[in-house]
């Protein structure tokens, strides 16, 4: 079992966890994801790694209320216990050799995003964070994003924090007065990466996308999370999460990403009628 050791409500629909898990925590990078069940019956759930910290043995996730087990994973408390909590799995973000570059983030990608940040200020790279939300009310983790980047970029689609606009404004406008970045990172809605691939295209700019798609069992087994990179097919799982962006096929990433929507809102509302009914 792995236990809870915290809880912290984000915003309305994201929740940070901090869970024991030392095997985990010796082993785990910038980029990695774990998969968890809440219990022996649960579904397997695949979260990249928010946070570790080796010497307390601790992993952090951060998750999006978006299904059934997210939704039963939301009404876990500090104490309770994990069924399962498997990883660290996937290829580690590169990090070595880059003297600038710029991590975009957008929405709960930005629970992502943010490791990676901090990995490369830790190791002395300028890093560039830009990060966007819908509106103030989603912003998460803006003081560590602060504290681990050389300059923070914070848009919101309605202004109601930071600077109102989209992240590819913010990106663009850095490119055109001059920055030289060796590299883009850019992680969230499969939307906002791809537009941020198009613009850094333009430039020549190298640029790697960090992939979410359905995923199973997380060896390379099932082929749900495969995907399209120059013409061939990879597993997010194995191969990623993280390819070339001028490479991926984002289009046809966000037709498969549509393909169970109707069976995840129909499992949540089971589940939050089901959470209910034990309530009372």
Do not use: W
């Amino acid at each position: 079992m792995y236990k809870i050791l915290k809880k912290k409500i984000l915003n309305p629909t994201v929740t940070l966890m901090e869970i024991d898990a030392p095997l985990v925590a010796k082993k785990a990078q910038p980029g990695q994801f774990i998969i968890l069940r809440t219990d022996e019956n649960g579904e397997r759930v695949p979260l990249t790694i928010a946070d570790y910290n080796r010497e307390k043995g601790t992993v952090t996730i951060i998750f999006q209320i978006v299904g059934a087990t997210t939704e039963a994973l939301n009404h876990m408390e500090a104490g309770d216990d994990l069924h399962d909590f498997v990883g660290p799995l996937g290829q580690a973000t590169h990090t070595e050799g880059k003297k600038k570059v710029a991590v975009v983030g957008g929405g709960v990608g930005c629970a992502i995003a943010y490791p990676v940040v901090k990995k490369f200020h830790e190791q002395g790279t300028e890093v560039h964070a830009i990060v966007g939300f819908r509106n103030k009310d989603l912003v998460i983790l803006e003081e560590e994003f602060k504290d681990n980047s050389s300059k923070l970029f914070l848009m919101s689609d309605d202004g109601s924090c930071g600077e109102k606009g989209l992240v590819t404004d913010a990106l663009k406008r850095l490119i055109e007065s001059g920055e030289k970045y060796d590299e883009v990172i850019t992680i969230g809605p499969l939307i906002m990466m791809k537009f941020v691939s198009k613009l850094t295209k333009e430039y020549g700019i190298k640029t790697v996308a960090s992939m979410n798609p359905v995923m199973i069992d997380g060896t390379g087994m099932c082929g749900g999370c495969r995907l399209t990179v120059g013409g061939k097919t990879k597993f997010a799982c194995v191969d990623g999460p993280e390819f070339d962006a001028h490479e991926i096929d984002f289009d046809e990433a966000m037709e498969r990403s549509t393909m169970y929507r109707t069976f995840e809102r129909n499992a949540h509302e089971e589940t939050c009628n089901l959470l209910v009914k034990e309530v009372r």
